[in-house]
């Protein structure tokens, strides 16, 4: 069984803290990992990166997940990249209309899977290992709370001294 260091995944999402924080789950996991923030990144990076797997928000500007996967299986190339879609959308008016898409896509054009945000990264992780049929590296512990831990760390690193004041006021108000 291949390792995971040995796969690239490619992260597509337009909000920044959602696409550091994935990033850094897979890479957590012993995955390369390199990142988009919109469809239109994305289908250039394709050509560079050769991912075996993306994860991809469906409500993005420039390039919507639905036109990157059109974008994707019309090319031979990438007609078989697996695709997981991740979004905040599948039970609101803005998804919907994508969701139905989806689920209306012939069984060779659909993502492999849908996930809703927010994302558990050991669900994440585990589904990517299943479709790429690898083998996570093993982390220190073993220990699933300390990679998400881990993970919410690193994101905090990442983020924006706006944000982060955003979402003190947020934990403060509970």
């Not at 031979?76 to 695709?83: D, F, G, H, S």
């Not at 659909?110 to 589904?127: F, G, W």
Request: proline content about 4%; aromatic content about 4%; glycine content about 4%.
């Amino acid at each position: 069984m291949a390792k995971a260091s040995e796969k690239t995944v490619l992260v597509v999402d337009d909000e920044p803290d959602v696409r550091n924080f994935l990033a850094a789950c897979l890479e957590d996991a012993g995955f390369k990992v390199e990142t988009a923030s919109d469809g239109v990144e994305a289908l250039e990076m394709v050509e560079t990166v050769e991912p075996d797997l993306m994860t991809l928000d469906m409500v993005m500007p420039r390039k919507s997940g639905i036109r990157v996967i059109r974008s994707l299986r019309e090319q031979e190339r990438w007609a078989k990249l697996p695709v997981i879609v991740i979004t905040a959308h599948a039970h609101d008016e803005m998804g919907s209309d994508s969701i139905k898409e989806f689920n209306a896509f012939t069984s060779g054009l659909r993502p492999r899977y849908t996930m809703e945000k927010p994302i558990s990264p050991a669900k994440l992780v585990t589904a990517i290992s299943e479709i790429l049929q690898v083998e996570v590296e093993d982390q220190a512990d073993g220990d699933s709370s300390t990679t998400e831990q881990a993970a919410i760390m690193n994101m905090l690193k990442n983020t924006d001294i706006q944000t982060l004041g955003k979402i003190k006021d947020m934990l403060s108000n509970k």
